[in-house]
Structures are given as structure tokens and as C-alpha cells.
């Protein structure tokens, strides 16, 4: 039977890779290599995952040095060679194993005001967005953020900044820009023009190359530095 040679990155701190053999399977992806190598050969393997079919965002990890969400990677595509090498998502701190701490990446959204804030209540008429309208489009194209980490790990900047918010958080803050319905807009525009916000990013773009959902950070966080420059100008920041 044709076997994958698997490297994978063992326990926090001073680890190591650790080689694993794993049987070949037709349409096989890397989070069902990761499960058989738990399952069969280490039982302590620590990795995450829930939904296995691309919504939750919680099983990505770095694939042959790129992060890639797994349970959407076919092995065909990434391992023409036969070899796999699995470790932890960079720019996280590592917990165990294939596992980081998602709590910086997420303090990041809240820090860039990532929630929506409206002002009707339930007693008030539904809003009507037509769908067609410039921001409505500007939302959709962004909204779809299923939060996996990926393009954080791939940014750059946040390796040599850990403050800068990075492109999930930008992204998701753009999307509440563009939300008519939301009311806490320049204080939104404030948390992100600081010095660890959009005007850090450099829109080489490696966050939208590799996001899993074809989304654009670099795309958000350009609408975001037009905005905070509107704003600076009109003296609103
Ligand atoms: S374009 Fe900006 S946010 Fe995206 S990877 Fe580059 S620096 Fe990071
Ligand atoms: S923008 Fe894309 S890569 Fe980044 S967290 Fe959302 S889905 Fe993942
Ligand atoms: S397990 Fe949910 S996105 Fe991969």
C-alpha cells in the first residue's frame, strides 16, 4: 500500500517533528491524515477541528510551511511527493502540538470594535439594505470570515508587530463600516487608525493569496485607510 511520510510538530515550548507513516487513501485530506495518525499511531496527537466541511474555522494549521485550513486540503494537492510536514499556525503561541492560543487573534477583533452596534430595537421596522448598493456589496464580499486564523498566520506584519490587528480583524471591522445599520462607526474608524491598525498593513497581500474563503483583507483594509483618511481630514479622528 502507497504510504505518506508525515512530520509532525510535538508539544509546546522546545519541540520537535516526530515521523509518522500513514496509508495512502483516494481523496484523503490532511485533517483525515492527522485524525488516522491520533487515532492509530498517538493517541496524545494534539489537534482541533469540528465541523470538517470548511464552516468552523478550527483546523487550520501550517502545511508544508504554508497555513491552509485541512479539512478542505486534499493531500493530492499539497504532498505531490509523498511527504507532509504539519506544525502549529505561526504568529500563535502554541498549546500543545498542532494546537495554538486563538485569544490574541481574537482580543484583535474586539480591539477593532468587531461586533455590531445598532440603535433599533425590536419594536422598530426591519432596515431594508437594497442588495445591489455599494456598501451592501462591500459587506458581502467580506463577510464571509469563518475566523480560522490563516491569514493572520500568514501576515508578515504581525510577525513583527504582535500588536498590529492584522487582516481578520481589519477585515471584520470594514464589514461593520459598510453595515448601514450600525451606529458605532467612528469609533470604530478610531480603534483601527492607531499605530497597530490598517495604515501598518504593507497590502503585499499574503493574507488574501491564502485566505481559504477567497476573501480580500487587503482590499478591506485599503477601504479602511481611504475612510480614516476621509475622517483625519475632516477632523472627525
Ligand atoms: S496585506 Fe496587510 S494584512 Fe495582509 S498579509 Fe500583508 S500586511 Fe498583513
Ligand atoms: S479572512 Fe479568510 S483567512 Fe482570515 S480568518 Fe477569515 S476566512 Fe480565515
Ligand atoms: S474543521 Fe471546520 S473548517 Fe475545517
Known amino acids: 500500500m502507497e504510504e505518506l511520510e508525515v512530520r509532525v510538530w510535538r508539544s509546546a515550548g522546545d519541540g520537535a517533528f516526530a515521523t509518522y507513516r500513514v496509508p495512502r487513501q483516494t481523496s484523503q485530506?490532511?485533517?483525515?491524515?492527522?485524525?488516522?495518525?491520533?487515532?492509530?499511531?498517538?493517541?496524545?496527537?494534539?489537534?482541533r477541528y469540528a465541523c470538517r466541511v470548511g464552516m468552523c474555522g478550527s483546523c487550520a494549521m501550517s502545511v508544508n510551511g504554508k497555513a491552509r485550513w485541512t479539512c478542505r486540503t486534499h493531500v493530492a494537492k499539497v504532498a505531490a511527493n509523498g511527504r507532509l510536514e504539519l506544525a502549529p499556525l505561526p504568529n500563535l503561541p502554541v498549546i500543545k502540538d498542532l494546537v495554538t492560543d486563538m485569544s490574541a487573534f481574537f482580543e484583535k477583533w474586539s480591539r477593532a470594535k468587531g461586533s455590531f452596534s445598532g440603535a433599533l430595537t425590536r419594536h422598530d421596522d426591519f432596515a431594508r439594505v437594497p442588495p445591489a448598493s455599494p456598501r451592501r456589496q462591500a459587506v458581502d464580499a467580506g463577510i464571509e470570515c469563518i475566523g480560522?486564523?490563516?491569514?493572520?498566520?500568514?501576515?508578515?506584519?504581525v510577525t513583527w508587530?504582535?500588536?498590529?490587528?492584522?487582516?481578520?480583524?481589519?477585515?471584520?471591522?470594514?464589514?461593520?463600516?459598510?453595515?448601514?445599520?450600525?451606529?458605532?462607526?467612528?469609533?470604530?474608524?478610531?480603534?483601527?487608525?492607531?499605530?497597530?491598525?490598517?495604515?501598518?498593513?504593507?497590502?503585499?497581500?499574503?493574507?488574501?493569496?491564502?485566505?481559504?474563503?477567497?476573501?480580500?483583507?487587503?482590499?478591506?483594509?485599503?477601504?479602511?485607510?481611504?475612510?480614516?483618511?476621509?475622517?483625519?481630514?475632516?477632523?472627525?479622528?
Request: proline letters at 5%; a neutral charge.
Open 29 to 47: 485530506t490532511v485533517l483525515d491524515v492527522v485524525t488516522y495518525i491520533q487515532r492509530e499511531l498517538q493517541p496524545d496527537l494534539a489537534y
Open 148 to 157: 480560522c486564523g490563516v491569514c493572520y498566520a500568514s501576515c508578515d506584519v
Open 161 to 237: 508587530r504582535p500588536d498590529y490587528l492584522g487582516p481578520a480583524a481589519l477585515n471584520r471591522a470594514w464589514t461593520l463600516m459598510n453595515d448601514e445599520r450600525d451606529v458605532d462607526g467612528l469609533e470604530r474608524l478610531r480603534a483601527v487608525a492607531g499605530d497597530a491598525g490598517c495604515h501598518s498593513c504593507h497590502t503585499q497581500g499574503s493574507c488574501t493569496e491564502r485566505c481559504p474563503k477567497a476573501l480580500s483583507p487587503t482590499a478591506g483594509i485599503a477601504g479602511l485607510k481611504r475612510m480614516t483618511a476621509k475622517a483625519a481630514m475632516k477632523g472627525d479622528l
